[in-house]
């Protein structure tokens, strides 16, 4: 199965906790630079979330933008089938999956049905494995194994 990453998202960390919609990433073992998750889990470091999320919200008439579930990467295809090992190439980049997003409480301040209807869809979490360190908006995303 192959798609195409949408978005890629840094949350800076400052005291707004900013985030900000980039056309790259760079990756290594420690997570996405410049992310204010950069060197704090390894199994948490890297969050994919599929356009697939937003489709459920909206079908459900729950409007939200891009970008509101915390993501790093948005992709067009859906890595929800995927179990902790498995892995996905980005361009030439290696990532591993490292466990299911679990829900937090964000996700009820922007609606309360939220976190139960992504209750399993809201994303994935991954590792960086090899490859380019740099990830570019656009670039073709396929799953490995599953």
Do not use: W
């Amino acid at each position: 199965m192959t798609g195409t990453i949408k978005q890629l998202y840094i949350t800076h960390n400052n005291t707004a906790k900013t985030r900000q919609n980039v056309s790259s990433i760079f990756v290594d073992k420690f997570g996405i630079k410049g992310d204010k998750f950069y060197n704090k889990n390894q199994m948490r470091s890297i969050l994919i979330t599929s356009q697939e999320s937003y489709n459920l919200a909206l079908a459900n008439e729950i409007d939200i933008q891009d970008g509101s579930l915390g993501e790093n990467i948005l992709i067009d295809i859906s890595p929800y089938s995927l179990f902790q090992g498995d892995r996905i190439k980005i361009g030439t980049t290696i990532l591993e999956i490292t466990q299911n997003c679990t829900l937090c409480q964000g996700l009820a301040s922007i609606n309360s049905k939220l976190p139960k209807l992504l209750k399993n869809d809201r994303g994935i979490f991954a590792k960086y494995i090899e490859g380019s360190s740099e990830i570019l908006l656009g670039s073709r995303v396929q799953i490995l194994n599953s």
